[in-house]
């Protein structure tokens, strides 16, 4: 099977990425395992083609013109320039490329402007209206303008799955229509770590850590309230940050952490993104891993650092409750409760090493779950449905 993959962007291998890119990159390793074909569209910075790992990639710049005083008008004009750009080349695509199978993600809702022949699945790679409920990276209005375009784009595919089953619920209540749930598949494609970070900030410190965008609905702010209390009840311990920086409230969030650390800012260490060669060895020596988002989409970060043995504690209601089974793999603490999340990482901080060992033990058996031949082939039998049942446009 042939199946296309249209995306809001996919950068080159080897550079500091999010989840969704990184989902692509692993769902297209195991289709071909699988003896099938990925191929993936993109939004780059210029149009090109490229072949990685046996992935043929497309990339389509697009130029957005908009000056509108209003921020959901802006949004708009994006996401519809987008949509048309990428989908004038599926257009020329399907003139060359035999393609059995057309997969979009939700986001800017590219695929409102699809009028191909070719079957079309929705993966909702967030839902605004849950990912941004707390409007503090984007006003009201703009959400529910992000939320629209998102639902509008579902009504050109034959059918929508989601990895995590609070918005699956959430989107498909909104929308009317069944939304199925198909969790990301993990592999570890990285064959040679990178130490050298790890080895310059970190060698010897015992650390508790965060990585992910430092932006607001990934529960900085409920960290940084609680992080020079944290501090200074465990004197031998750091707190690190990896993650592209953002600005919450009109502030950059790095000198945010770094003021709310008062006095013990040197305890805390903050870097940019990393690749994945130079992350894995980060994650895999943290004493622990905390995860306060306030929504998340199956966590790509929470399944990391399981996999990696290591504890985590994730937000009940905000999806890590479907891969985390509190006190068992795990911990789970009240979503923007800077009190609870506090009171969990001290109940880590006294555990033993052994009970710590056994924890995550029991975490990387979940992800364990998550390999290619449960999940993908789940994804396959929702591409075969769909192609057997699609009716003509």
Not at 91 to 103: A, C, F, G, N, P
Not at 104 to 118: E, M, P, Q, R
Not at 176 to 199: A, G, L, S
Not at 258 to 278: E, P
């Amino acid at each position: 099977m042939n199946i296309l993959f249209v995306s809001t962007d996919y950068p080159r291998r080897g550079q500091p990425t999010t989840g969704f890119p990184n989902y692509l990159y692993r769902v297209s390793l195991s289709l071909i395992e699988l003896g099938h074909k990925p191929m993936i569209l993109a939004v780059g910075g210029w149009d090109g083609h490229r072949k990685e790992r046996g992935i043929e990639i497309w990339t389509v710049s697009v130029r957005t013109y908009h000056n509108y005083k209003s921020q959901p008008l802006n949004y708009a004009s994006s996401a519809l320039q987008t949509g048309y750009v990428l989908n004038r080349k599926i257009t020329e695509l399907l003139e060359k490329v035999h393609i059995d199978m057309i997969q979009f993600t939700s986001l800017y809702g590219i695929a409102l402007l699809y009028h191909g022949k070719v079957p079309a699945v929705l993966r909702l790679s967030s839902y605004a209206k849950t990912a941004f409920s707390s409007y503090q990276t984007h006003s009201p209005e703009t959400v529910r303008m992000m939320a629209l375009i998102e639902r509008a784009s579902s009504y050109r595919c034959s059918a929508i799955f989601a990895p995590c089953k609070k918005n699956a619920v959430a989107f498909g209540r909104d929308c009317h229509r069944k939304v199925n749930v198909i969790e990301t598949p993990f592999v570890n494609d990285v064959q040679e770590y990178d130490c050298q970070f790890y080895n310059h900030h970190l060698q010897g410190k015992k650390y508790v850590l965060f990585f992910g965008a430092l932006y607001a609905e990934k529960g900085i702010l409920v960290i940084a309230e609680i992080l020079e209390k944290f501090l200074e009840m465990n004197p031998d311990y750091y707190f690190v940050f990896i993650g592209d920086e953002c600005r919450i409230n009109g502030e950059n969030s790095t000198r945010m952490l770094q003021k709310k650390a008062g006095k013990y800012v040197h305890r805390v260490i903050i870097s940019n993104a990393l690749t994945h060669k130079q992350l894995y060895p980060v994650i895999c020596s943290a004493d622990f891993v905390v995860l306060p988002s306030l929504m998340e989409n199956l966590s790509n970060a929470c399944i990391e650092a399981m996999y990696f043995e290591r504890v985590v504690i994730g937000t009940d209601g905000a999806s890590f409750e479907q891969l985390i089974r509190h006190g068992e793999n795990g911990l789970l603490c009240e979503i923007g409760s800077s009190q609870d999340l506090l009171e969990k990482m001290q109940m880590v901080v006294d555990m033993s090493e052994r009970e710590k060992t056994e924890m995550g033990k029991r975490a990387k058996r979940r992800i364990d779950r998550l390999q290619p031949e449960y999940v993908v082939r789940k994804l396959l039998n929702l591409y075969e449905y769909v192609i057997k049942n699609s009716k003509p446009r």
